[in-house]
């Protein structure tokens, strides 16, 4: 069974990014050459995903204008690839009409996901490699809904839905329980969930009966846990980089890795990143550079 389709849910408000995103979404930081969402776009295309719907809410209208085909008369090869990938992936475009939390966006794409299972990629992380594309060919194999989970440490289990999970073969657990946002000492395990999904459309009749859980808001894990009683979901170890700029040190980290590994700039980068590092452990803190 094929996935062709992915929902890129971008409303959310990026209070962690204040006051960066105080006019601006979130999705539309830069991280090296491009914005994170074009990074999470490309994610979705090399996964083998033609159709992309990407929920947006107010204050989000950037992320609409960024994905038009470009009008310049001179393109650099950034722009040129994602020219490219527009002329081969449709994108459409819907508002969460109030911010009530991510499982409420989801159930936004109710309409666009027909009777297709579906990859569904958190607009503000960037993986790499491409984790998408590792859970597509999860899914193909398991034939059920798997999520992407990492091993995290215990200060971060409380930023994210961690799982339960049994060993069903190496990389890959049988999920048995699902909690957003646990306190520390509560939480089921250290596998936290990475914002890269591949549900079936029966996610959106537990969307529906779910009450608004953690913070007040409709929880897409709620959703997931009510599904585990009546289907088998599984979680696959992701093992490669996530990185999640709704945080500045993780964006911070991620262009500065990003921008290493640049064949364009990164040379340059590292020679003044040696020379930055030097200085600074030299003069304790004063670096001397303009
Ligand atoms: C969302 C999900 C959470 C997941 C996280 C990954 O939380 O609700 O389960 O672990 O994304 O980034 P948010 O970061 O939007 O608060």
């Given amino acids: 069974m094929k996935i062709r389709k992915a929902v890129i849910p971008a409303a959310g408000y990026g209070t962690r990014m204040l006051p960066l995103t105080k006019a ?21 295309y090399y996964s083998g995903i033609r ?41 459409f475009f819907v508002r969460q009409r109030e911010q009530k939390g991510l499982g409420d966006a989801v159930r936004y794409a109710e309409a666009f996901v027909d ?24 899914f193909v194999k398991l034939r059920s809904p798997v999520l992407s989970v990492e091993e995290l440490p215990l200060e971060k289990l409380s930023l994210h839905g ?15 329980d699902i909690v957003e946002k646990p306190k520390p000492r509560e939480a089921p395990s250290n596998l936290c969930v990475l914002g890269r999904y591949i549900l079936t459309p029966k996610i959106f009749d537990h969307l ?24 088998e979901v599984y979680a696959h170890l992701y093992t490669g980089k996530r990185y999640d700029i709704g945080n500045k040190l993780d ?4 262009n500065v890795e990003l921008a290493l590994k640049d064949e ?16 600074t452990l030299k003069f304790k803190g004063d670096d001397g550079l303009q």
């Avoid at 999705?27 to 990074?39: A, N, S």
């Avoid at 961690?162 to 048995?176: A, D, P, S, T, W």
Wanted: hydrophobic share 35%.
């Fill in 24 to 44: 601006q979404p979130k999705e539309m930081l830069p991280v090296v050459h491009k914005p994170v969402i074009q990074y999470v776009v490309e994610e979705a």
């Fill in 208 to 231: 529906k009966a779910i009450d608004p859980g953690y913070g007040g808001e409709y929880q897409l894990t709620d959703a997931i846990r009510r599904m585990l009683s009546s289907s």
């Fill in 115 to 138: 009777d297709e299972p579906f990859a569904l990629l958190l607009g503000d992380n960037i993986t790499i490699p491409n984790c998408t594309k590792e859970l597509v060919e999860c």
């Fill in 264 to 279: 364009e700039i990164g040379d340059d980068f590292r020679s003044w990143l040696e020379q930055f590092s030097m200085k």
């Fill in 162 to 176: 961690v799982i339960k999970g049994r060993m069903f073969k190496k990389g890959i657990y049988l999920v048995e």
């Fill in 51 to 91: 159709e992309i719907l990407i929920i947006t809410g107010r204050h989000k209208r950037a992320i609409e204008d960024h994905f038009d085909r470009s009008d310049l008369p001179k393109k650099d090869k950034y722009t040129e690839e994602l020219d490219r990938i527009l002329d081969e992936v449709d994108i």
């Fill in 251 to 254: 964006w911070l980290k991620a």
